[in-house]
């Protein structure tokens, strides 16, 4: 096998590699994270030599380069890659989640606004608490389906009942699963 996975991998990743447009893409995103890795490089040379203002706005550029990528690039490359656990989870922010991510962002500009080390460690902690809830609820998910049985013929106006029945495929039963 030319990449070291299962054929559904190959098959993938031998698309992608045809993928021009993916390409160009991905070289774009390269280019703009190398030049705000220069930014931010800049920015301390700038600092050493007492110009605080202008050291700051080049420390700010590489977050909004990677804004900038993370909004515009990397979803359109992801929806290029062929999923074949299924259909992409959808994803939606609760009320929590903007506070959560509001909490990233006054953290992200104390971090940046005072070259802190710790900072920077807390929000690395808090965007990988992001990634592994991400999986941890991708895998308890996984193999659990959901299937809704409709009456035959219902009416305008009378009322319906609806049957949903969640099955677990897994061999280790996910406890906690439950329906409101």
């Known amino acids: 096998m030319p990449f070291g996975g299962s054929p559904p991998y190959n098959d993938c990743m031998a698309g992608l590699i ?37 050291s700051k706005v080049l420390a700010g550029m590489p977050l909004l380069i990677a804004i900038l990528v993370s909004i515009v690039f990397v979803p ?6 062929q999923w074949q ?15 959560y ?5 006054i953290i992200a500009m104390a971090a940046l606004n005072t070259g802190n080390n710790l900072l920077f460690l807390i929000l690395a902690m808090l ?3 992001i990634v592994a809830s991400g999986v941890i609820s991708r895998l308890s998910l996984k193999g659990i389906s959901v299937s809704l049985q409709i009456p035959d013929h219902p009416s ?7 049957r949903v029945a969640l099955k677990n ?10 329906s409101k």
């Open 18 to 54: 045809k993928d021009k447009e993916a390409w160009r893409e991905f070289l774009i995103i390269s280019s703009l994270l190398l030049v705000a890795l220069g930014m931010a490089l800049l920015s301390s040379v700038v600092l050493s030599q007492s110009h605080i203002v202008l």
């Open 76 to 81: 359109r490359l992801v929806r290029r890659v």
């Open 85 to 99: 656990g299924g259909p992409w989870p959808s994803l939606g922010i609760m009320k929590e989640g903007s506070v």
């Open 101 to 105: 991510l509001a909490t990233i962002l």
């Open 127 to 129: 965007f990988s608490a």
């Open 156 to 162: 305008a106006g009378d009322p319906v009942t609806f």
């Open 169 to 178: 495929h897994n061999r280790n039963s996910q406890k906690g699963i439950g």
